[in-house]
């Protein structure tokens, strides 16, 4: 089976594996996330702005208010960092990667 080509040119190993894009212009971070057969690339995070660490209060009231996006899935790109680096457990519900986002 060959390679994905969003994996190529995301320059990641495989799928739900951020990586590092110190000289993208904006954002920090690349991921190709899959959920299912849906996939979808998201880019994520500020240039030179390091994260809260697990169980600060900053960090908890960012999954405080972003709670109903988290519970979405791994795929908006919201809260892409916060599902994909394993801070949270994933519900059991069926996500959705379509670029549409439902409210």
Known sequence: ???DSRLKRAGVTGYNKPKATPKHPTKSHVVVAKVGDQIKTIRFGQQGVSGSPDGSKRNEAFKARHAS???KGKCLQRIGLTKLSGRL???GNKTNCSSTRQS
């Open 1 to 3: 089976m060959s390679e």
């Open 69 to 71: 996006n988290i519970a």
């Open 89 to 91: 457990k994933p519900d």
